[in-house]
């Protein structure tokens, strides 16, 4: 069974640098094809893609975030970190990180999410 | 950037009914599209992807066409589970989703 959960803080003040961890089971991401990603939905809005990460190490960052974003891997604790720096009110999301197959190309599995909010 | 666009925004419907949501990309994205559905409080769950092809556990009821830039999803006979928002998603350039499609009750 394919799990994932997302923790970290759930209250950043603005300019702070948020880091979230991704903790899944059921998968490897040493394994070929797989990858973790990181995607973000506003409250009452829609959703937006972050960062993902490949088995293989490879990084793919959303353009209008790149500057901001560094996602990387820890095989042996199965385990996904995810850090934006500078972080303002508008910021403030449930953040989901989620299964990707490189075979299908699409998020298949995903965390129940984590709700941050910005505000000092 | 590829942008997507979704009709209608929201949708009132009766158990049985047939359903349909149409999504638009902004450029030809070929047949790299995706279907979620989400419910309040829940994660997406992932239900069509490479536009037609039924992701496993999905019920039959569900199905996807098209290709290029213009896509649908339909529900042959809505059920009382179906009721949520879905979401288009892009993966031909990055991912980009849609701004969804309530579906509530009529």
């Known amino acids: 069974q394919i799990t994932l959960k997302e923790s970290g803080p759930t209250l950043v003040k603005p300019t702070q640098t948020l880091t979230l961890t991704c903790s899944f089971s059921?998968?490897?991401?040493?394994?070929?094809?797989?990858?973790v990603g990181w995607i973000r939905q506003p409250p009452g809005k829609a959703l937006e893609w972050l960062a993902l990460?490949?088995?293989?190490?490879?990084?793919s960052y959303s353009p209008s975030l790149r500057d901001r974003l560094t996602i990387t891997g820890d095989t042996s604790k199965n385990q996904v970190v995810l850090t934006m720096t500078n972080m303002d009110p508008v910021d403030t999301a449930t953040y989901y990180c989620a299964r990707y197959s490189s075979s299908s190309l699409v998020f298949h599995s995903w965390g129940l999410g984590i709700l941050v909010s910005i505000s000092s | 950037d590829i942008q997507m666009t979704q009709s209608p925004s929201t949708l009132s419907a009766s158990v049985g009914d047939r359903v349909t949501i149409s999504c638009r990309a902004s450029?030809?994205?070929?047949?790299?599209l995706a279907w979620y559905q989400q419910k309040p409080g829940k994660a997406p769950k992932l239900l069509i992807y490479?536009?037609?092809s039924l992701e496993s556990g999905v019920p039959s009821r569900f199905s996807g066409s098209g290709s290029g830039t213009e896509f649908t999803l339909t529900i042959s006979s809505l059920q009382p589970d179906d009721f949520a928002t879905y979401y288009c998603?892009?993966?031909?350039?990055?991912?980009?989703f849609g701004p969804g499609t309530k579906v509530d009750i009529k």
């Open positions: 998603q892009q993966y031909n350039t990055y991912f980009t």
């Open positions: 990460i490949y088995w293989d190490d490879h990084e």
């Open positions: 450029q030809s994205i070929s047949s790299w």
């Open positions: 490479q536009a037609s």
């Open positions: 059921g998968f490897s991401l040493s394994t070929a094809t797989v990858g």
